[in-house]
Structures are given as C-alpha cells and as structure tokens.
C-alpha cells in the first residue's frame, strides 16, 4: 500500500477569542438603524402602565468589526464537513452541495412570508408538492407530509398516525410498541410523547431481529414495531418482510426509522418489504447540512390507509394550481406552527434534482461500496462483532484494544489529531465500545485510504505507545473537556466573574 | 456525478479489495425480488446551470418580493437583515459541522450557541435558556409539558389569543398524553381575562399560557396574571412570537413568568415561507433538570483552559430513552448562532430604536386606517407591531383589490376568530417605508369608496 | 475494594446495612464503577413509603443513569442531604460517607433472600463481562 505520511491533523494558527459579553464597551454599535418616517407617537401611557423595560442588562455592545472577528474566530476552531471526511455511522455525513445554499437564498424563496395568499406562491408549493412525490416514490409509499422539523418529530408524527389509525377502528387497547435494543433513542421516547407504551425486543446473536421474539406480543395490545433497516449495526434486516407479515396478521403497523435509507434508495423500496410510515431525514440521506446541530428535516411517507390521518394543511394540486388543503378530519392536527422547514426542503429538492434517478441509485451503491471497503481493511486491526456484508456503515468496537488499556473513547480522541472526526462511539448499545464507521458515497478513495492508514496507525499506538492515545487529543484547539465539572457544578450563560473552578 | 467522486476504475479495485466483482454483490444479503429493476420515477438529472435558471425562473413566479409590499406577521415577521449576518452565516465551519458530540473540535458552534443561551436569558429575564426547540410552536407545546412535569397536574389553560398554529400544536403534544386544555376567552380590549384565570389557578390547573404581544397583536398584562399566581404550583408560560417585541418590552421574566418561550425567527432569520425558524425556551433555574432540549456549559480542559461542552444530557433521549424529558435530538442550531450574531451586531440599542420603530409605524398605519369610512379597531388594548382591522365588503374583496395593487393587506382573521367579522391582522415594521405605509392607507380608501357606493 | 460483611446485597447492586428495625441504603462500589463520576442524586421524600423492588431514587453520571431500587419495603426516615452538593460521595466512598437513605423496615423476613457479601463476590464474578 501506498505510504502516506501527510495527515490533515496538523497544527497552525488558531486565535484564542473570548466571550462577546467580555468585549463590550458601553455606547458601541454594530448596527445601522434606518430613519423614522413616520410621526412620533405619544407612549407616554404605555409607559406609566410599565409595559416598557428599562435596559436588557449584559447585552454585549461591540462595533461591527467585533462582531466579524469574533464570529469568525469561533467558526475556525470547528472542525466541519467541509475540511474532511466525518465517518459517523447513522448520520449519513454526506457532502452539502453549494447550489443547494445558493437556492435557499434566491429571495423569491427566502423573503416569502409563509401567509402569502396561495395565487402568490406557487412556485414555493410546487417545490413542496414535487418534494413530496419525489420522497413518496424514493420510500414506495402513497403520500408525505414535509410538515415535522427532524427525524424525532418525524417519528412522533408517525407513531401518533398509529395511535389514531388504532383508534379510528376502536382499538383504542393497541397501545403497545415493540423496539429492538439496538434502536436510536428517540424512538422510545417518541412513542412515549405519542402516549403509547414501549417494549424492547432483543437482537439476536447475528445481529438481526429475530421474528420469534415477537411472539409474546402479537396480541389485541400490539400498535406495532419501530424499526429501523439496515439495522444500527448496518445490516439488512435479514427477517424485516417476515416480522411485517406477522406484526401485520396481529393487527399492527410496522414502522420504519429511515436514518438509514442511504443504504436502500434506488435499490430497494421500503413499502414493497412492508412498511406502513416511516420518516425520512433531508439532513442525512438527502444532503442538507447539519449546522452544528440542526436545523434538520424529517418528512413521513404513509400508506393509503394512513393517508387520512397526515397533518395538515396538506399540500395539494387540483384544478392546474398548487394549494394548502386543510379539511382532513382524521388529521392527527399540526406539530409546526406553519409547513415545516421549508429551506431546508428547498436544498433537498435541489440535491434530487441534480441527482436524478440514476445518482440517486449510484449514491447508494457507493456508500455501500465504500463501508464495505473500510470494513475489509479494518477487520484485522479493530474487532467486529459481524463480519459480514454490511450496508452503509460498519460496527467495530474496541475488544482488540482494551488489552492495551485503550478504549474506543482514546482512540475517537486521537484519530481528531490526524484530522479526522471521529465515527461515533458507544451507539448501539447492543454492541459494547462500538465505533461505527459510515463514509457515505461522497467521499474519494484517497480520503478513505488515508483514514484506513490513520486508523491502523492508532492501532499500532495502542500497542507500543498507549499514552500518547490515552492523552489524545494534543492538536484539537481545547483537550479533553471536564464533562463531569459541567454536569456537576452547570454554568449555563455567562455572568460577570463567573467561571468553572 | 460532481459529488460521486469513484470512477469505474475506482469501484473495480474497492470490489476487488473485498473479492466482490459487480456491484451487485452488494445487495446479495437483501432478497432478490426486492432490487428494484426500473429507475425510479423521478425527474432526470438536471446540470447546475439549467438547474439555476428553473429554479430562479420558478421562484419569479412567487410574490414579486421587490416590487410587492406585505404586511403580514402572525408569528412570521419581516425584518432587516444587517448584512454580516448572512456573511457570517455562510462560513462552512458553522454549516456543515455536526452536532458538537465531540467537544474538543466543535468550540465554534459550542461558544456560539453558550452566547445564545446567555443572550435569550438577557432578553427574556429568566436565567435558563436551552439551546433551541424547533419553533415557536413546539416550544409553547414543550413548555406546556415542563410546567406540568414541575407543577404535577395534568390540566392547562390556554388563551383564545395564543396563536392558532401553536394552539394546534399544544394540542397535539397534549392531546396525547391525557392532559385536558382548558380554551381562556379575551375581553373587549383584545387582551386575555385576567379574572378568569384567578378562577382557574384556585381550580388546579397545571399552567396558565398567554402570549404577549397576543396573536391580535394585543400586549397582555404579564404582571397582572403572575399576580393572581403566587404561592401556587401553577406556572405562568408566556409566549413570545414576536421576539422583537423583547427590545422594548418588559421581559417576561420581570413580569413575574415561570417560563417564556416562543419564535425568535425576528433575530435575523428570512422568513423563508415558514421554516426553519427558532423555538426557545428559558425559565427558573431550579427546572434546569426537567427542560427540554440540549443545553451547553462552561467547563475546563485537562490543561486549565475555559471550554464548552453539552451538559446534563442524561435528560435527553440518547440516554434516557423513553423517560427523557423531549424525544428532541437535532435542533435549529445554525438558527441559534444566526441569533447570536444578529443580536451582537443589533445589540441592546439596536434592539431598543428598531422596536421603537416598528412600534411607531404600527400606530400610524392603524391610526390612518381608523380615520377611513367603513374601517374599524374593534380591540382597545396596546400594540407592538400588529393590530386587527375590520375592513369594508368581504376579507376576500379587500384582499383582491388590495393584491391587485401590489399589497398583500394582512391575514385574514374571519376562519379562525368570527367574532371579528371582516378582519384581518395587519402587520407593520421598520422595514416599511412612509411611502408605502401611505400607499396602504390610499388604496384603502379608494376601495371603501368602491365597496361602500 | 471489599464488601463490607455484615451487609446484603442485591442484583441490582443495591447495599443494605441493617441496625435493629432500621437499615441505610447505597449503591455498591460496582454500581458506582459502572457509572462513572456521579454528577446527580435524585433522593425521595422523607415519610414515603415505598415496597420491595420500588425505585427509590436515581443516580445520574455524565453519560448514564440508573434507578435505585429498594432492597426491602420501608418507610424512608433520613436522607443523605450531603450527596446535593457532593454527588462524588458515591464515588468515593459507596459503602459508607455515600449512603443515601435510612429507612424504618417493613418486615425483616424480605432480607432472607438477599446476598451477603461472599454471594455477592461470587455474584460479580460469574457476571463479569
């Protein structure tokens, strides 16, 4: 293999910045204040009723150029997407097209207010109903709503569709939701902010969900199962049309977390295995960016028996115009005080529409490509649990290691000093000191040999120079941080000379 | 495709490397009838330029944004921009970074959304901030749901004059979970009946929730309802969706609120046709470990430097799993940090001139209105930036007429509020001019002349 | 670390000190090992009575938390007050400074089918992953 000695992980210039509130200097403005125009008004009332404030105390008052390089300076000390390859398995960290953000930026897009009589906007609905089409056709699904802002609301959407559907044929008993262990979080606690109860089922020795385990459950209780496929361990739920037929025969509905759906689209639809909802997430499989955090988009794509109970306003197109459809009864109601995040729908119909049907299919086929890759090169290094085809994104865990005294936390924290961010760590659950690596099908050869050659490089640390692991990182722009200190003793804002001991 | 880098040449080494020949082979562990034989029925690839110019030659066909003037806020509201923001905002560093689970190279956006946190505490004058809900609508929703985990009742009161899209989702949140919600009506000056909600609070309801300036753009009496409230278990939520409307107003938490939440949309985010926008929510420190949402904290290095990380996470859902206090995993994070800058370039003068004005502007369009045959304010209570009009003819009439000419008028009130008549919400900010405000007020008048002869 | 002898334990790594008719409650020195640096302690209500298998409390680290679960029924008379500020009191000392309630048992027999620190020994071992 090629030797390469050049990692992206080294140190340069990275200036320190306080906090804004620390450069405030009383009577500074950063800001351009247009002239009144209009007569001044008497608010002499108002103020003599107290409705007025006296200050907003501790707001900073910086001048624009404060403002420019602290911001700046702060944005320098992220690592992102854009400086390199961010393997975090379930997050599909795909690259973030450009026209994308320049599309969400036209201000026939950004300045139309979401009240804009229809006749107004209908190029915003067309976008909406199109992206709605697109995602219904992608999933194998009959009808979506774009309406919640992230795959957890997604799911909430999902799981109160259920409820109602239950409910609707009064089985109001059917409140029981199966979820396999190795399940992201919020899907147990999206079922219960929909009101309904959780049982966990466990994986089975391969990884996979055993239909068996569901037989205690396939009563007149059963609302149905959440499941996510591939698996959180990247493999295809091998049982996945089995258990549909037999939640479905007890009377359920069988919903499916789509963070994975990066692994399936083009290749496979998730309605023909079965699937009654599930949801999609824009910032993961359909390349919105992540923003540090957010904002996401999670839309859900539903059978025709689920259809009627979507919230609304749904959107619609009749008589040749787009519109908002409000009258669906059996709605489950609204979750977002308008459409949802409709800019980042905008960014996502733009990435479908620059990758057509045929790179929709290649996207997937790459990231499969790709995961499986690395898994080949790794496995003699990292331990695996499955050793077999994966999907998307592959578990390792740090059994190899731990005889070394290094745990996978060490070596996420020094793979950051060769530049890369690291997979994520200790999810799933099932599978203890799991690293999961997801490359996504934008990333080069090159970039993956290299991480392949930086992860077997720690390995080898682990080995013969363990401290340099254990203390990892040394280049990041803060080491590692006292997470016990901030949970212990939490300072939440900034206050005058108050700071962590 | 430019963001599939592998070249045929590419894949046929990588499926080499693991002793695979075609691509295929990838999907043998999926059954066979299941591979999709057909491309998917979407439309085809389109390049960037002709992609550019479809999608400019659409976004045309919307409202003519230069040449056509609204007044439309009901919880969407349309500000200046100062111009860093969007500089500042575009820095791939802050948009294409992940979630800050790994602290050491995400400080960026961890010190940013800490300054966030503490400059949401200084608007709203309650110390707990988190660091972003989806939008004003869930968080008055997740503040419903914390001021009854706190209080430890199952009932909550809402005013008639919450915003309708929030009220809906309060309810689907609730709706759920058995809790009752009990409607609170409004009075003649628009504002929410005080002396109801004594009789409420005696009742044991978990929360009251008003929102102020209220959805007719009345400012409710805050320091009236905390009043009906000491010493019980109940909490006061008030909403804020015109987070603007903080510049000048006294904030919620000097007003005596337990927990104020709502839009910040106005802190420098476009309205972008109703998303993404910006939930927040802060309250009392003792609720700190029953709140919703991510929260970041101030800490030290193993070298004694001051950092940040996520804290307190053992409330969410990647831990606590199905007891977490909000299934909230991603957020509107890039949203808080455009927050943060627009409220460090607007700062509290900034902040303080820019509601003064949109408060003068609101008064004199009302007032003009007022003064025009056939033209009504059926409210009495004081305004920030939006008042209800009734309006001559059929909502319909007035809003074609006024369409025709340009102007998008306001909302139409009559779906959700009958009782005003022919009404709609008018909105007016700094980013009005005289000369259009004007305009408004003749257009008005000529179509009274129209709809009355 | 050891066991301290002269109290039982349970599956769920509960520690119970009896005294008499009374018994302080922990968590034991794996339970607090599992967790990690404790940075929470939820702690019931003095006067509650809770049964056997009752979660009593929660013990929060940076990254987990768990439910304390009663060893046998009773009615809580004290709790460890200490552990508000110093949470790391169960790291640092489980068996002892670390206690978090003091309770008026029920009924002695439910102990009988508790361990007592051989068993629990034994128990940790056949356990380890």
Redo the contacts between chains.
């Keep these: 293999m090629k030797q390469i000695t050049q990692f992206p992980g080294t140190s340069g210039l990275i200036l320190e910045?306080p906090?804004?509130?620390e450069k405030s200097v009383k009577g500074?403005?950063?800001?351009?204040?247009?002239r009144?125009?209009?007569?001044?008004?008497d608010?002499s009332k108002?103020a003599a009723?107290?409705?007025?404030?006296s200050?907003?105390?501790?707001?900073?008052?910086?001048s624009?150029v404060?403002?420019?390089r602290?911001?700046?300076r702060?944005?320098?000390?992220?690592?992102?997407?854009?400086?390199g390859l961010?393997p975090?398995g379930s997050?599909t960290?795909?690259?973030?097209?450009k026209?994308n953000?320049?599309?969400?930026?036209?201000?026939?897009?950004?300045?139309?207010?979401?009240?804009?009589?229809e006749?107004?906007?209908?190029?915003?609905l067309?976008?909406m109903y199109?992206l709605q089409?697109?995602l219904a056709?992608?999933a194998g699904l009959d009808a979506v709503s774009l309406q919640p802002?992230?795959?957890?609301?997604g799911?909430?959407t999902g799981m109160?569709m259920i409820?109602a559907y239950h409910l609707s044929r009064n089985e109001p008993h059917r409140n029981l939701v199966l979820i396999p262990d190795s399940a992201?979080?919020?899907n147990?606690?999206?079922?219960?902010?929909?009101?309904l109860r959780?049982q966990t089922l466990p994986s089975g020795e391969d990884g996979c969900l055993n239909p068996e385990a569901l037989r205690p459950y396939l009563n007149q209780n059963l609302a149905g199962i959440m499941v996510t496929n591939p698996s959180t361990l990247g493999?295809?739920e091998?049982n996945f049309?089995e258990f549909s037929c037999r939640i479905h025969d007890a009377g359920g509905l069988v919903y499916m977390d789509g963070a994975n759906l990066n692994a399936m689209m083009?290749?496979?639809?998730p309605g023909?295995?079965g699937v009654d909802v599930m949801h999609i997430n824009l910032?993961k499989t359909f390349?919105t960016?992540?923003?540090?955090?957010?904002?996401?988009s999670?839309p859900v794509a539903v059978t025709r028996a689920l259809e009627p109970f979507l919230p609304v306003p749904r959107i619609v197109f009749r008589d040749g115009r787009y519109g908002l459809e409000w009258n669906h009864p059996q709605s489950?109601?609204?979750?977002?005080?308008?459409?949802?995040?409709?800019?980042?729908m905008l960014r996502a119909f733009?990435y479908?529409?620059?990758?057509?049907?045929?790179?929709?299919?290649?996207?997937c086929?790459?990231a499969?490509?790709?995961a499986?890759?690395i898994k080949?090169?790794l496995k003699t290094h990292f331990h695996i649990a499955h050793d077999?085809?994966c999907?998307h994104e592959c578990v390792f865990d740090d059994k190899y290691q731990q005889e070394f005294g290094i745990s996978t936390l060490d070596i996420?924290?020094r793979l950051?000093d060769y530049g890369f961010?690291?997979p994520t760590i200790?999810?799933p659950l099932i599978v203890?000191g799991a690293l999961m690596i997801e490359p996504t099908?934008?990333?080069?050869?090159e970039t993956l040999d290299q991480f392949i050659e930086a992860m077997i490089r720690i390995a080898e640390e682990c080995k013969n120079e363990p401290e340099l692991v254990k203390?990892a990182?040394v280049r990041?722009?803060?080491?590692?941080?006292?997470?016990?200190?901030?949970?212990?003793k939490?300072?939440?804002?900034?206050s005058p000379g108050i700071?962590?001991e | 495709m430019r963001y599939i880098p592998h070249t045929s040449d590419n894949r046929k080494e990588m499926l080499a490397a693991i002793g695979l020949t075609g691509v295929n082979e990838l999907f043998a562990d999926i059954p066979q009838r299941y591979i999709l034989d057909k491309p998917l029925r979407i439309e085809p690839a389109m390049s960037e330029p002709d992609l550019m110019r479809f999608l400019t030659a659409l976004s045309n066909q919307n409202a003519d944004v230069g040449r056509t003037v609204g007044f439309m806020g009901g919880g969407a509201y349309s500000h200046f921009i100062p111009s860093v923001v969007p500089s500042l905002m575009s820095r791939s560093e802050f948009v294409t970074a992940y979630t800050p689970y790994q602290p050491e190279i995400s400080q960026g956006t961890l010190q940013a959304i800490f300054e966030y946190q503490t400059m949401m505490t200084q608007m709203t004058g309650l110390p707990i901030s988190n660091a972003s809900l989806y939008d004003g609508a869930m968080a008055a929703a997740e503040s419903a749901l914390l001021a009854l985990r706190v209080s430890q009742k199952s009932r909550i009161a809402v005013s008639r004059a919450v915003n309708p899209g929030y009220r809906a989702t309060i309810e689907t949140y609730c709706r759920n979970q058995n809790i009752e919600i009990i409607e609170i009506p409004t009075g003649t000056d628009g504002g929410t009946q005080l002396d109801v909600c004594r009789g409420l609070i005696a009742d044991g309801v978990g929360c009251i929730v008003i929102q102020s300036p209220n959805y007719f753009g009345v400012i409710e009496d805050q320091t009236g309802f905390a009043a009906q409230n000491t010493g019980s278990s109940c909490q006061l939520v008030t909403i804020v969706t015109e987070a603007l409307s903080l510049g000048i107003l006294k904030s919620p938490g000097e007003c005596g609120a337990d927990i104020a939440c709502g839009e910040a949309q106005s802190f420098g985010l476009p309205v972008s046709f109703g998303g993404p926008y910006l939930g927040f929510l802060t309250c009392k420190e003792k609720y700190v470990r029953q709140a919703p949402g991510r929260l970041v904290g101030m800490t030290r290095d193993s070298e004694g430097r001051l950092g940040f990380v996520n804290t307190l996470s053992t409330r969410e859902q990647h831990i606590r799993r199905e007891k977490a206090t909000s299934n909230i995993c991603t957020n509107q994070a890039l949203c808080a940090v455009t927050a943060s800058v627009y409220l460090a370039t607007m700062g509290p003068e900034g902040l303080r001139q820019t509601a003064e004005l949109n408060l003068k502007k609101a008064h004199y369009l009302r007032s003009q209105l007022s003064q025009i045959t056939g033209y009504r304010l059926p409210l009495s209570g004081p305004i920030f930036n939006e008042f209800v009009l009734q309006v001559p003819g059929t909502v319909h009439q007035f809003q074609n007429f006024m369409t025709a000419h340009g102007v998008f008028p306001g909302i139409d009130l009559s779906q959700d509020y009958p009782e005003f008549g022919t009404a709609l919400l008018v909105c007016a900010t700094e980013v009005n001019t005289r000369e259009q405000l004007d305009r408004y007020v003749a257009l008005a008048q000529t179509y009274s002349k129209e709809a009355l002869s | 670390m050891s066991y301290p002898a002269n109290f039982k334990y349970t599956k769920d790594h509960e520690w119970l000190k009896i005294t008499g008719s009374s018994g302080v409650i922990g968590i034991t020195d794996h339970a607090q090992h599992q967790l990690g640096d404790v940075v929470f302690v939820e702690l019931p209500e003095v006067g509650r009575k809770f049964d056997k298998g009752d979660v009593y409390g929660v013990v929060e680290s940076v990254k987990a938390v768990v439910d304390c679960y009663m060893p046998v029924s009773g009615t809580i008379v004290k709790v460890n007050s200490a552990l508000e500020s110093q949470a790391d009191l169960i790291n640092s000392d489980p068996h002892g400074d670390g206690w978090m309630i003091e309770v008026d048992l029920a009924d002695l027999s439910e102990t009988q089918d508790l361990m007592d620190s051989a068993a629990y020994e034994k128990y940790l071992a056949d356990n380890a992953d």
């Design positions: 910045e906090l804004i509130f500074r403005m950063a800001c351009s204040i247009p009144n125009d209009v007569p001044e008004i608010t108002l009723q107290g409705y007025f404030r200050s907003i105390e501790g707001l900073p008052e910086v624009e404060d403002v420019v602290h911001f700046l702060l944005s320098t000390w992220n690592y992102s997407l854009d400086h961010y975090l997050c960290m795909k690259y973030n097209p026209i953000e320049v599309a969400a930026a036209i201000p026939g897009f950004a300045q139309l207010h979401p009240k804009t009589p006749a107004f906007s209908q190029s915003a067309r976008i199109e089409n697109d056709e992608i802002s992230a795959g957890a609301q799911e909430l109160l409820k992201h979080g919020t147990p606690a999206s079922s219960v902010v929909a009101g959780t493999l295809f091998k049309v083009g290749v496979v639809k023909d295995l910032h390349s960016p992540h923003g540090g955090g957010g904002p996401g999670g489950i109601g609204k979750i977002h005080c308008f459409y949802g995040n409709f800019g980042i733009t479908i529409r620059s990758m057509g049907p045929d790179g929709i299919r290649e996207a086929e790459n499969v490509l790709n499986n890759y080949e090169k077999r085809l999907k996420a924290k950051m961010h690291p200790y999810f203890k099908e934008t990333e080069s050869k203390h990182p990041a722009k803060r080491r590692r941080l006292d997470e016990t200190l901030a949970a212990r939490p300072i939440l804002k900034w700071y962590p």
